[in-house]
């Protein structure tokens, strides 16, 4: 059974970092681009961060680049995003995603990912 676990989710202070860590389990992932996106209540699933298979393309939103960094590695089937300068506004909670074929890139669109996590949540407060 295929299994995509977020951590790392927490109460923190506006200005605080925190890093999130996604491990799949039940196949390899390491051919396939991975991202994380968020939802908010009342609000639809938003993209975050992306990376591609091999780790050499990243993709960020708007609203978090230059804050949030992605990253991953392959042998302990675990990506990453480190959280910097949190705000409110990133308040929500984080969902990990992988892309079902091989080889692709920094995808920002959610439905190029099959494979999803139950999801992590953070609250930043002011």
């Known amino acids: 059974q295929v299994q995509l676990v977020e951590s790392g989710g927490g109460f923190v202070q506006a200005g605080d970092s925190l890093t999130l860590s996604c491990t799949t389990s039940?196949?390899?992932?390491?051919?396939?681009?991975m991202g994380w996106f968020r939802q908010s209540p009342g609000t639809e699933r938003q993209f975050v961060s992306a990376v591609s298979w091999g780790g050499s393309e990243t993709n960020y939103a708007d609203s978090v680049k230059g804050r949030f960094t992605i990253s991953r590695d392959n042998a302990l089937n675990t990506i990453y995003l480190q959280m910097n300068n949190l705000k409110p506004e990133d308040t929500a909670v984080y969902y990990c995603?992988?892309?079902?074929?091989?080889?692709?890139?920094?995808?920002?669109?959610?439905?190029?990912?099959?494979?999803w996590g139950r999801g992590t949540q953070v609250t930043v407060s002011s």
């Open positions: 039940g196949r390899t992932f390491s051919r396939n681009s």
């Open positions: 995603a992988a892309e079902g074929a091989a080889f692709g890139g920094a995808w920002n669109d959610s439905l190029q990912y099959t494979f």
